[in-house]
């Protein structure tokens, strides 16, 4: 065929791509009203993976060239676009505008829902609270630096709870203006600049790093002076209209664990895991009485994070655990386990149940 005819073919597919989401978009609004009459979250995460991951399954039945990351990234913004159309969803992220926590919340809910950018974690669990923002993203572990404090202590004395998790592997970009040919200077976060700084001492020789406040300042400075490249995400690069010089080998990448802040836990989807908080007497053994509670109820614990704190009165320590555990909340054996340890006068606070990805998100 000529490259004329094999355009025609694209041009006829196209329209019929149009027809059918447009159809699907009619029948997305049928489940958008019915979820509105019985008060039912209009996103379900449980509900989205099992959709993408059956979509894979059918494009590797259908010998399709389309890889895994492709489908997800395609019908993500299908269903951005719904979830636009249904309830102009808004999520609050940990900012500035360009920051990792805004690059992972576009990743996962799309373009097409409205985003609102907050200075601090308490100001993300605020806007939540409030009904101000539908769910909030904020990191919750670094491979490399462990758990995120400030996202668990205020999990655990806030009534909102884990909606969701996304792991995420991050890449660095060095940015600049576009026609810089000669970088004098990479700015950028601290930390990612010392993780990355081998690698920028060898590909910007000659380059000073300097440590900025975040990435989303040092690609504002980038896009303002000539010679200065700034070190963050390829979404930074977008909004501070910034060319990416270059990205950080494989070898560099991050791994970071996210939550979707929400105001209740979702149902369960077959393959979860709650996040538990318990507040135990700080003493020896005390550890060790809380997992044997769940190895009796046959529950595995997944994760533990130890958070020393004092009591009420003087010299009455407690120890402070968050415990991630395979099941759900509604899970028999999770609650039989609760249950035991409440009986002991140990203090437990779920903090959620959400399904386990195993799914990681990339630029």
Known sequence: MSLQEVRAKIDA????????????AEI?????????????DIYVPG????????????????SGR???????????????AALALEDSLKIAYLGPAGSWTHQVAVNKFGHCVEYVAEASTEAVFG?????????????????????????????????LRIYAEILWKADAAVMAREGTTTVTAIHGHPQMLA???PWLVEQFPGAQLVESASSSLAADLAAREPGVAALGTSLGAELHGLRVLAASPRTYSTRTRFIILGRRSGPPSGKDATMLMV?????????MEVLQVFASSDVNVRQIENRPMGGGGEGDWRARFFLEVSGHLEDTAIR?????????SVRVKVLGSYPATTWVEER
């Open 279 to 287: 507040d135990a007497h700080d003493r020896v053994g005390a550890l």
């Open 195 to 197: 993780h990355c700084r």
């Open 47 to 62: 509900r989205e993976d099992q959709l993408l991951r059956k979509l894979v399954e059918l494009n590797a039945a259908q």
């Open 336 to 344: 039989q386990a609760v249950e035991a340890l409440e009986a002991q």
């Open 127 to 159: 806007r939540v609270g409030a009904h101000e923002a539908d769910y909030g993203v904020l990191p919750i572990e670094h491979s490399s630096e462990g758990a995120v404090h400030h996202t668990l202590d205020h999990l655990a004395c806030s009534d």
């Open 28 to 40: 997305v609004h049928q489940v958008g009203e019915i979820k509105r009459k019985d008060d039912l």
């Open 13 to 24: 597919i196209d329209e019929q791509l149009l027809r059918l989401l447009n159809e699907r």
């Open 66 to 80: 389309l890889t895994e990351r492709a489908i997800r990234a395609i019908f993500r913004e299908i269903m951005s």
